[in-house]
């Protein structure tokens, strides 16, 4: 079975999914399944470990919120909005963060995600512990979509999850992926090949922060409000979990690690700090025992299955 | 009454001894956690749940057995440096040949439960502890609490005597060689797995024993560490992990521009760290005392 086959199954899923299932639910793990996404280009094909991610996935969504609450943008535009002030924090970030290598990265990156959320729990705009009530859902594309309609919006969700997957599918698969695979691997061989390994490495952050922003933003509209939660070192932590569950490095991974860790908390939500609990005990036994993921070791599998019966 | 840059002196005096305090955790966590990551090369993120179970073990041994505040000073680090034990040789010692990355997570994951678990237990709010040593005495400039000046003192000495232990003694110099080369010190006839055991429990022991000085001063809670030990990483990357003076110092200095921040503009004393952080990575990557590897 190929990697188109796959998608394409899960794109016949994913269209049948809100007949079957509650809208906002699907909503909810699409948007973070992109999120996932956008985290996984970063770890996956730049080796870079953001422990960060959660201060552009969380400002996006203030940023889209205040513009269509306050300055009353169409939510396409908001979207954009939030996307973009995204990436140009990750510019700043990524600059800064990319001096240093391995567990320094991932420190950094966590360190700014605190500042950004202590920006935020001060912030006029923000609406501090209280987050950022009562977004409206204005209707898309000068009126031509209702997304007021859970099924409307579901579907214009999907498609810019898919633009964003497609996307990242487009890099890594770019002569650019392939750059970054390289410096990955061995950046001293890179550098040496004439590669500007830096400047590889920050443009694939702004990429993902810009991508984990449209997360966010899309995360906003559905949802209809955007609060503290979505920048806390909590959520930065959760979002390596999917990609973890998942696995790093593979396309699907993260959506299948999104889908099931939102499942989860749907169920376990009542539960309260058992949710927290259980997330740290799929830490540690995915650290211990399941490095690859779901996606990674199905895919070992099917490979070694798949050589076996050629012979 | 006179007053410095319009600002009254108690209020200025006040906040730098509140700042000299933070500094004085910030030490003690980041010299463990630098500790740790030289001879382990992992970075404990469960380090702030650690200092908030020293917090917690104090509290319990005072509420349950009655056990007062002098002698849970000793039994807390050691209770918890006994779970430290516990934790390197169950799971950390499994992962050591792996990326550095997957300790972090895990210890993360650690983190996550232990939090969980005390929450559930004892819930989110704070607990207090009584000040062992109420009262305090007017200084003319400032009123100082017999007991702040008294955490000031004793962390300073324990850091000091950590210095002392790692830079000047006999099994201080295994330590350093074995972080340099475990392989050949092993080769010495020195046990190296029992020793990353050991130095695990000691900065775990560290991060609990700051938890029991925090407790008169802080209210015992679950998530008390929670945002410390995100504090604490930024000071890490600002002194770079490679020299123990360098962390004492980078944590009391870094506790006190907290402080004044908080007497200049106070919105941004919870930023300030994680601006110099910015400003350290942009002229000095490696940190200030720190080695680029």
Not at chain 1, 214 to 219: D, I, R
Request: contains cysteine; glycine residues 12%.
């Amino acid at each position: 079975m190929s990697t188109r086959n796959v998608g394409f199954l899960l794109l016949a899923v994913a269209l049948v999914a809100p007949w079957v299932a509650y809208p906002v639910f699907l909503m909810t793990a699409l948007c973070f399944a992109l999120f996932a996404c956008a985290f996984n280009l970063l770890i996956g094909y730049a080796g870079l470990m953001s422990f960060g991610h959660a201060m552009f996935f969380g400002l996006a969504g203030y940023v889209c919120g205040h513009a269509i609450k306050v300055w009353g943008w169409p939510p396409e535009l908001a979207m954009l909005g939030g996307a973009l002030a995204a990436g140009a924090l990750g510019v700043v970030t990524g600059a800064l963060a990319i001096r240093r290598q391995g567990i320094y990265f991932a420190m950094i990156t966590l360190a700014f995600s605190q500042m950004v959320y202590f920006f935020c729990l001060q912030a006029p705009f923000t609406g501090g512990e209280d987050g950022l009530q009562g977004i409206p859902r204005s209707p898309m594309l000068g009126g031509l979509l209702p997304v007021h309609n859970d099924m409307v919006l579901y579907y214009v969700v999907l498609a810019i999850f898919l633009f964003g997957f497609g996307a990242i599918y487009r890099i890594i698969h770019s002569p650019f992926g392939q750059v970054l695979k390289a410096i990955r691997e061995n950046e001293q061989r890179a550098v040496s090949l004439g590669y500007n390994a830096d400047r590889y490495k920050l443009v694939a952050f702004i990429l993902s922060a810009t991508l984990a922003g449209l997360a966010g933003s899309l995360k906003a509209v559905v949802m209809q409000f955007a609060t503290l939660t979505d920048v806390t070192a909590a959520m930065s932590g959760e979002v390596v979990l999917m990609a973890l569950v998942g696995g790093i490095g593979t396309i699907f991974g993260p959506v299948v690690g999104a889908v099931i860790i939102i499942t989860m908390q749907n169920y376990l939500a009542a539960t309260g700090e058992w949710v927290l609990v259980i997330q740290g005990v799929i830490f540690v036994a995915i650290v211990l025992a399941f490095r690859k993921g779901i996606v990674g070791e199905i895919a070992d599998r099917w490979r070694a299955y798949s050589a076996g019966s050629r012979k | 009454m006179f007053e410095l840059i319009g600002i009254p002196p108690q209020a200025l005096f006040g906040q730098l001894l509140l700042g000299l305090i933070n500094g004085a955790f910030y030490a003690m966590l980041s010299l463990g956690l630098a500790v740790i990551f030289g001879l382990l090369n992992v970075i404990n993120f469960t380090h702030g749940a650690q200092y908030m179970m020293g917090a917690f073990a104090a509290w319990l041994l005072l509420t349950v057995l009655g056990i007062p505040f002098w002698a849970a000073l000793v039994l807390a680090p050691i209770i918890v440096g006994f779970t430290g034990v516990l934790i390197e040789r169950l799971l950390l010692r499994r992962i050591y040949h792996l990326d550095h990355l997957y300790g972090f997570l895990l210890t993360f994951g650690l983190a996550l439960i232990i939090e969980g678990v005390f929450r559930w237990k004892w819930g989110s709010s704070g607990q207090p502890y009584d000040n062992p040593i109420p009262g305090g005495v007017n200084l003319g400039f400032m009123f100082l609490p017999y007991y702040r000046g008294w955490v000031v003192i004793a962390s300073l000495v324990i850091c000091l005597a950590t210095w002392y232990a790692i830079e000047r003694t006999r099994l201080g110099a295994y330590l350093r060689a074995a972080t340099e080369n475990p392989t050949l010190v092993r080769a010495f006839g020195i046990n190296v797995p029992r020793m990353i055991t050991l130095t695990y429990a000691f900065g775990v022991g560290l991060a609990a024993l700051a938890g029991v000085l925090a407790a008169p001063i802080q209210q015992v809670s679950a998530l008390m560490g929670t945002n410390l030990v995100l504090v604490v990483f930024a000071v890490v990357v600002i002194g770079g992990m490679g020299s123990i003076m360098g962390s004492i110092l980078t944590g009391f200095g870094l506790g006190l521009i907290e402080g004044l921040t908080k007497v200049a503009y106070p919105p941004a004393s919870n930023i300030v760290i994680f601006v110099v952080m910015a400003l350290v990575l942009l002229v000095k990557p490696a940190g200030l005392f720190g080695r680029t590897k």
